[in-house]
T-cell receptor, first 115, second 113 residues
């Protein structure tokens, strides 16, 4: 099946700094990718929809200026957590699909710890 | 928008027993219902899905049933094994689209030998 890769798998950063997470579709083109956040023992919460060549659309309650999303190519979307704080520590997962109605593939996830 | 509710939050069964997890959704336009299995610290893995044009789908020990009238769908695991222990999530598409998924709260399944 299709492969979605995330990098880094885990990252520790200092409070106040920014960190970038990459999501790549390795063997298919993804015009749309999705970013989720998952706190420990909780469900996946949709943060935003990343659209290739256009601005991301954010779910209610998600700060677009804090979680910057860039989808510059059909195989890469990036999520930048700006001015990170300890409460941003979480598991961030992206998903991508080959097209509407097709199977959705998840990346491996990225553990972010802000100290 | 879509709202997905999942029950129970935890489920403990003996090896060999069956396990059933139920979800309800709110958007009658939803037409795709996947189930995911997630092990600790790993990505969700699709285990089965169903589209709205069928009422049941089975894959070996796993089955999903869908009742569109009542807006609920269920995951059935038969002959459970310890390796089935994980967190299971149901999902439904937001705004009727296939790919923008809203997840249930999850069910932690423990299968005891």
């Amino acid at each position: 099946g299709a492969v979605v890769s995330q990098h880094p798998s885990w990252v520790i950063c200092k409070s106040g700094t920014s960190v970038k997470i990459e999501c790549r579709s390795l063997d298919f083109q993804a015009t749309t990718m999705f970013w989720y956040r998952q706190f420990p023992k909780q469900s996946l919460m949709l943060m935003a929809t990343s659209n290739e060549g256009s601005k991301a659309t954010y779910e209610q309650g998600v700060e677009k200026d804090k979680f910057l999303i860039n989808h510059a190519s059909l195989t890469l979307s990036t999520l930048t957590v700006t001015s990170a704080h300890p409460e941003d520590s979480s598991f961030y997962i992206c998903s991508a699909t080959t097209g509407k109605g097709n199977t959705i593939y998840f990346g491996e996830g990225s553990w972010l710890t802000v100290v | 928008g879509e709202n997905v509710e999942q029950h129970p939050s935890t489920l403990s069964v003996q090896e060999g027993d069956s396990a059933v997890i139920k979800c309800t959704y709110s958007d009658s336009a939803s037409n795709y219902f996947p189930w995911y299995k997630q092990e600790l610290g790993k990505r969700p893995q699709l285990i089965i899905d169903i589209r709205s044009n069928v009422g049941e789908k089975k894959d070996q020990r796993i089955a999903v049933t869908l009742n569109k009238t009542a807006k609920h769908f269920s995951l059935h695991i038969t002959e459970t094994q310890p390796e089935d222990s994980a967190v299971y999530f149901c999902a439904a598409p937001l705004e009727g689209g296939y790919n923008k998924l809203i997840f249930g709260a999850g069910t932690r399944l423990a299968v005891h030998p």
